[in-house]
């Protein structure tokens, strides 16, 4: 299991790319044939790390924008990330 610090900022692996299909969100390594689907909140996490949010500040965003939802936000977003990380779509841009 990853260890996630909210402070980190995240790069996509370029290896990855995103296709909506309906409604459905696709995350695929181009390089093999691995993917995962997105929900919603999975796919804006998405987006927001590819605008060099910090997980705390994608976290702040979300609360701020969905303030119904804030009990399981911080949650949500730690699971996608967690879940980018694990699979090899996002990378921790200290490395």
């Given at each position: 299991m990853v260890t996630m610090e909210f402070f980190q900022k995240f790069?996509?692996?370029p290896e990855f790319a995103v296709e909506k299909f309906d409604t459905e969100i696709l995350l695929y390594a181009m390089s093999n044939t691995t993917g995962v689907y997105l929900n919603e909140t999975a796919y804006l996490v998405w987006q927001l790390c590819a605008q060099?949010?910090?997980?705390?500040?994608?976290?702040?965003?979300?609360?701020?924008?969905y303030p119904l939802q804030k009990a399981t936000i911080r949650k949500d977003v730690c699971a996608a990330l967690?879940?980018?990380?694990?699979c090899g779509a996002l990378i921790d841009s200290s490395d």
């Open positions: 790069l996509l692996n060099e949010q910090t997980g705390e500040e994608i976290i702040d965003l979300l609360e701020e924008r967690t879940s980018f990380v694990e």
